[in-house]
């Protein structure tokens, strides 16, 4: 059983509107979490990473959420653009392994 | 922030050939570099961790002698995928660890290989 899950599988919105992707974890010990953003055909980006301590960071229009003590986070966008249609992965890391989500196959539309 | 890089970026290959991926970190040093498969639709799966300087280390199910890798320098490591299958048609992506104490892992491009 994958250790991290990520939903929805895959997300259709149109340009403008905001969505949010989830992701749940049982990786421990905890170390951090990431989120990746993958186009097509091309490596994974980090877009953010997230500590412990953490509850929340912002990168742009990329707002990640950490709850730590129900092992949850979410990955906000805003203002979505046709560019951001991508694969979001969500990696937990374990000391120095690295645990990956399946993604969330988010398209976004004119 | 710190760039990987992959070489090639696709490559189609006859079954039965050997295909040698390079992997190289531009404005960093790598003591550990990582490869993964992807198949489509899914998510990137850890084959091995490679250590500069020693041998690599296979997840369970990756044949290592299928799979060679070399990491002779700090700033590369390379993938060898020998007699290879249509099976053996995916997308292998690199990453390398920056050695800082956030131990940041960066991502490569990518290279897609189609054995026909």
């Known amino acids: 059983k994958n250790q991290v899950e990520q939903s929805p599988q895959s997300l259709i919105i149109l340009e403008g509107k905001n969505c949010t992707l989830q992701c749940n974890y049982t990786v421990s010990p905890f170390s951090n979490l990431r989120w990746y953003k993958q186009d097509t055909g091309r490596g994974p980006v980090s877009l953010t990473i997230m500590t412990f301590s953490e509850n929340t960071k912002s990168n742009g229009r990329y707002t990640a959420t950490l709850d730590a003590d129900t092992k949850q986070s979410s990955l906000h966008i805003t203002a979505s653009q046709l560019s951001d249609s991508a694969s979001y992965i969500c990696?937990?890391?374990?000391?120095?392994?690295?645990?990956f989500g399946a993604g969330t196959r988010l398209t976004v539309k004119p | 922030g710190a760039v990987v890089s992959q070489h090639p970026s696709w490559v189609i290959c006859k079954s039965g050939t050997s295909v040698k991926i390079e992997c190289r970190s531009l404005d960093f040093q790598a003591t550990t570099m990582f490869w993964y498969r992807q198949f489509p639709k899914q998510s990137l799966m850890l084959m091995a961790t490679s250590n500069e300087g020693s041998k690599a280390t296979y997840e369970q199910g990756v044949e290592k002698d299928k799979f060679l890798i070399n990491h002779a320098s700090l700033t590369l490591s390379t993938l060898t995928v020998t007699s290879a299958h249509p099976e053996d048609s995916s997308f292998y992506i690199c990453?390398?660890?920056?050695?800082?104490?956030?131990?940041?892992?960066?991502f490569g491009p990518g290279t897609r290989l189609t054995v026909t």
């Open positions: 990453s390398a660890r920056d050695g800082s104490p956030s131990n940041e892992q960066y």
């Open positions: 990696v937990v890391s374990a000391n120095n392994d690295m645990r």
